[in-house]
């Protein structure tokens, strides 16, 4: 079996799931060499909250071919706090490898070497008029959880880097390796890139009501069944004109449209 090398490199301090995620996938899925390298020659990446990473080799001690780079996002990418010579070894290097991705805010230092001037790209939706403001030669969207350009993948915010991972070993593996990694490390559910970051049902789950509250998760893995005002009453043991009044209150929007969007 073809063994492929993932190297993440990080510019410290970075966003430690933006790391860690990804990572965690490939490690588990088998066939590659997945390693840590850094901007820095310390051997560590601090993170922002506060854990620091060890075992990181130099960027520039990196050696042989590379299939897949992988630049997480964090403060150190956000400020930009690596140098001229790092942006050029990456723009040189970007023509070398397989797959060039970022996740959440790494699509700055992508950008800042001009390697996203003309392509499509995402980054974190907090950040994404920065990016655009920043560098305006990139053609900037503010939905996708991750975008595919050619050989470069950009991701959106933090978790978002686990679905652009899985989507990578799909690509390489198939599928059901894909799906039976995501079972493995107990996703509610693997995401589509063309998915919007802004969660409907995330943003629907503020019922201060617990019955409600377990009603939504329940409906998002039953999509396909009778959501009917009246099922889903009965679910609550309530009556049907207290249930869609109540739900109505806590979320503003009435049960059968929270369905609607929850299928769409």
């Not at 652009?164 to 490390?185: K, P, T, Y």
Request: charged fraction near 20%.
């Amino acid at each position: 079996m073809q063994v492929r090398r993932v190297v993440f490199l990080a510019i410290p301090p970075v966003q430690i799931l933006d790391l860690t995620g990804p990572f965690e996938v490939f490690a588990r899925c088998g066939g590659y060499r997945v390693e840590l390298a850094s901007s820095n020659g310390s051997g560590l990446v601090a993170s922002s909250s506060g854990l620091t990473l060890t075992g990181a080799r130099h960027y520039r001690d990196l050696r042989g071919p590379i299939d897949t780079l992988m630049l997480p996002g964090g403060d150190g990418a956000e400020e930009l706090l690596c140098d001229a010579d790092f942006l050029s070894w990456l723009r040189r290097t970007s023509r070398r490898v397989r797959r060039l991705c970022s996740v959440c805010t790494g699509a700055s230092v992508l950008a800042a070497a001009g390697i996203l001037d003309g392509r499509r790209a995402v980054t974190h939706w907090r950040w994404c008029g920065r990016l655009q403001q920043q560098f305006p030669k990139v053609k900037v969207e503010r939905d996708p959880i991750f975008i595919r350009d050619g050989r470069i993948y950009t991701s959106a915010g933090i978790t978002a880097g686990l679905d652009l991972a899985l989507a990578l070993v799909e690509e390489d593996h198939g599928s059901q390796r894909a799906l039976e990694i995501a079972r493995d490390l107990v996703m509610f559910l693997r995401r589509p890139g063309g998915q919007a970051q802004f969660s409907a049902l995330l943003a629907a789950q503020t019922s201060d009501h617990w019955p409600i509250q377990e009603l939504q998760a329940w409906i998002a893995g039953h999509l396909t069944s009778d959501l009917s005002v009246t099922a889903l009453a009965a679910r609550c043991r309530m009556s049907p004109r207290h249930f869609a009044r109540l739900f109505a209150a806590g979320q503003g929007i009435t049960p059968a449209r929270f369905v609607e969007q929850a299928r769409v």
